[in-house]
């Protein structure tokens, strides 16, 4: 069962929220910067596999720069973060919405 988290990195002054998989991997990120709330990041493993394996390198380079680079790994030790929480995915799906939108792509 997907779970979604909430973490704070204060030194970077960015919100980190995560779709997780059933094995705790990442399959969905959004960063938002604190001191303005503009989102820097909204990834999707899902798109990030489909570009790797349909298109070329540029098309990779592309994706990042719009969307941001999705974290790798399980989210191990995530509830030693400031200010981690768990959030329901209604406020996960607001939030990957509203960062795609401002990012310049589709929910």
């Known amino acids: 069962m997907a779970s979604w988290i909430r ?3 204060e030194d970077e002054d960015l919100w980190l929220y995560f779709e997780a998989d059933d094995e705790g991997w990442v399959a969905r990120q ?3 910067r604190g001191k303005d709330s503009r989102p820097m990041t909204a990834a999707s493993l899902e798109e ?3 570009v790797r394996d ?3 390198l540029s098309a990779m380079f ?3 720069g719009q ?3 999705l974290a790798e790994g ?3 030790g995530w509830r030693d973060q400031p200010e981690a929480a768990e959030i329901s995915e209604e406020e996960f799906e607001r939030l990957w919405a509203d960062a795609r939108r401002c990012l310049g792509g589709s929910a």
Request: hydrophobic share 30%; charged share 30%; aromatic share 24%.
């Open 67 to 69: 969307y941001g680079i």
């Open 62 to 64: 592309r994706y990042d």
């Open 7 to 9: 973490t704070y990195y």
């Open 30 to 32: 959004v960063e938002i």
């Open 54 to 56: 349909h298109a070329d």
């Open 74 to 76: 399980p989210l191990d």
């Open 48 to 50: 990030v596999r489909y």
